[in-house]
């Protein structure tokens, strides 16, 4: 699936009667407008194109605020390869891609319901190297909010835990910790994993799963028999590896407080 994502990012821009067009033989095909209305798409504003809002809620839930319109028809895309073409007012040709499933991740053993993101809406849509597959952190696809794998990020931050001591006594402070991270880099996989200070696994919060370069991922202080753990210093354990030959490992200590 190609997530239609548009982000312009400097100024308003009404969206009324641009156009979604598909591309045979690198030229515009079949073209439909987006809106006959005056829609406004605020700077480094997100909107998602569908034709059924309801469908696109169900099959990607999420709590993060989002933007999406109903287009009354589409063009045709095929879910393999296939050209897409955004044209503005004045039939102009504002943005254009040639995609592939040759894109995504080859972490993944499915394609199925997968977005692929632009990395970077300032890099050219029509590079490969700036598209790569949503992470299964964010359920495969973040229609209408910022992409999962956008990434300006100048430097590693790798992973910070917050807070560092928590107490899951269910009483709506600190309930949880997160783990909190920023990769340079799309396409990475991850493993975290929970230790006690006996060198026991407690839980496994993720397993090799495709992350973005930006994310969190939380501990509701619950080993994986879903019983609390006791009160403690606990290790959390994570990898980070892609198939680019990058690879670390790295440990963050918690406490865990009652």
């Known amino acids: 699936m190609l997530e ?3 982000q312009l990012l400097t100024l308003h821009v009404s969206l009324k009667n641009w156009e979604l067009a598909n591309l045979k033989d690198e030229r515009v095909d079949v073209r439909r407008p987006l809106t006959l209305e005056e829609v406004l798409l605020p700077p480094s504003g997100f909107i998602a194109l569908t034709t059924n809002t309801n469908l696109l809620r169900a099959q990607y839930p999420t709590d993060q605020h989002r933007n999406m319109m109903e287009m009354a028809s589409m063009p045709p895309y095929a879910n393999t ?14 943005d254009q891609l040639s995609y592939s499933e ?19 809406p300032k890099e050219p849509a029509d590079d490969p190297r700036n598209w790569a597959s949503a992470s299964a952190l964010s359920g495969f696809a973040t229609p209408g909010y910022v992409n999962s794998q956008y990434n300006n990020v100048m430097f590693e931050n790798e992973f910070v835990v917050e807070p560092e001591a ?13 783990i909190r991270f920023e990769q340079k880099y799309s396409g990475r ?20 799963q495709l992350i973005g370069t930006h994310g969190q991922i939380g501990w509701d202080g619950v080993d994986q028999h879903a019983r609390l753990v006791p009160p403690g210093h606990y290790v959390l354990f ?8 990058y690879q670390v490992q790295i440990r963050k200590k918690v406490v865990v407080l009652y």
């Open 4 to 6: 239609s994502l548009i």
């Open 81 to 94: 390869n296939g050209g897409i073409a955004l044209l503005d007012e004045k039939g102009v040709m504002r």
């Open 166 to 178: 928590f107490s899951p006594n269910g009483d709506g402070q600190d309930d949880m910790t997160y």
């Open 102 to 120: 040759k894109m995504h991740s080859q972490a993944l053993n499915t394609y199925k319901g997968i977005s692929l993101e632009r990395i970077n």
């Open 238 to 245: 994570i990898e980070v590896f892609d198939h680019a030959g």
């Open 189 to 208: 996989i991850a493993s975290v994993k929970i230790f006690n200070i006996q060198g026991m696994l407690v839980s496994t919060l993720i397993d090799q």
